[in-house]
């Protein structure tokens, strides 16, 4: 996963013309910080690695944007 991809994810994040549910903006949010922070985000999500992160973060985003675009 190159981070140039992870970007591209975020920046499609705030393109949607509907909004996702609270639950799913909290996912999007907790594997963002966790992605660009690392373990002092989100106890939920301590120990998964920054690449991981990103990686469920555009896969999530990818989810989303079929509903939500």
Do not use: C, H, I
Not at 4 to 32: C, G, I
Not at 59 to 65: H, N, P, R
């Amino acid at each position: 996963m190159d981070t140039q991809q992870f970007e591209r994810a975020a920046e499609r994040s705030k393109q949607f013309t509907k909004r996702p549910t609270n639950e799913e903006l909290l996912q999007l949010y907790a594997l963002y910080k966790q992605a660009t922070e690392g373990d002092d985000a989100w106890d939920e999500l301590k120990g998964k690695s920054k690449e991981q992160a990103m990686q469920d973060y555009v896969a999530l985003v990818d989810k989303l944007e079929k509903l939500y675009a």
